[in-house]
């Protein structure tokens, strides 16, 4: 069965650097979404993405935050300047489509460490 | 946020009985709700989903009931197996509407 796949699973980063985590989405899916878990705590929506443009994004998904489509596969998260509170699971997810009811395919998540 | 709620940390059920698994939300809004499993160190994994049309949605061991009118709905697998333990989660969403609202999970336990 097709999966959506995250690298790294686990990133170690200083705080205030910068880091893109990486996603592969599901081959024919059109919609792309990344959300976040932090420890002990509900999983949030950051944002979602569609056609090239974000569609959607959260009050969480500030300046700090950015996604892109490098090409026809990736789908990639980046936080500038990244924070303690930035520590949590991410979780990239996509959908064939938004309009009938398709439910989101999560992949297995990138823990993000920042120390 | 407390839109979507899952009132129970956890649950634990002997192998092979119902295991029933609540979820309340409040916006009326919602139109389309999900279950997810999720073991630990993977990602959350789609079980099954009921649209606001339906009241009812059975797949294999896996039913989710909807009742609209008290904004609730519940997850029932039967029998349970051991492989059924794991965290699960509630979600919706609004049509036209990317972003699901989870609610906090319900640790399911299998006893042999």
């Known amino acids: 069965e097709p999966e959506v796949t995250q690298t790294p699973s686990h990133q170690v980063t200083q705080m205030g650097q910068e880091v893109i985590l990486r996603c592969v989405p599901i081959s024919n899916h059109l919609y792309f979404y990344w959300y976040r878990q932090i420890l002990g705590q509900k999983v949030e929506f950051l944002v979602s993405?569609?056609?090239?443009?974000?569609?959607?994004k959260s009050e969480i998904f500030d300046d700090q935050f950015s996604v892109e489509r490098p090409d026809g596969s990736n789908f990639t998260l980046k936080i500038r300047s990244t924070k303690l509170e930035d520590s949590a699971m991410y979780f990239c997810?996509?959908?064939?489509?938004?309009?009938?009811?398709?439910?989101?395919?999560f992949g297995d998540g990138t823990r993000l460490s920042i120390l | 946020d407390q839109q979507v709620k899952q009132n129970s940390p956890s649950l634990s059920v002997q192998e092979g009985r119902i295991s029933i698994l609540n979820c309340d939300y409040t916006n009326s809004m919602f139109d389309y709700f999900l279950w997810y499993k999720k073991y630990p160190a993977e990602g959350p994994t789609f079980l099954i989903s009921?649209?606001?049309?339906?009241d009812k949605n059975e797949d294999g061991r896996f039913t989710v009931f909807l009742n609209k009118s008290a904004k609730h709905l519940s997850l029932h697998i039967v029998p349970s197996q051991p492989g059924d333990s794991a965290v699960y989660f509630c979600?919706?969403?609004?049509?036209?509407?990317?972003?699901?609202?989870f609610g906090q999970g319900t640790r399911l336990t299998i006893n042999p």
């Open positions: 979600a919706a969403s609004i049509q036209g509407a990317q972003k699901l609202v």
């Open positions: 993405f569609y056609n090239n443009e974000i569609s959607e």
């Open positions: 997810a996509s959908s064939q489509h938004d309009l009938s009811n398709q439910p989101q395919h």
């Open positions: 009921i649209s606001s049309i339906k």
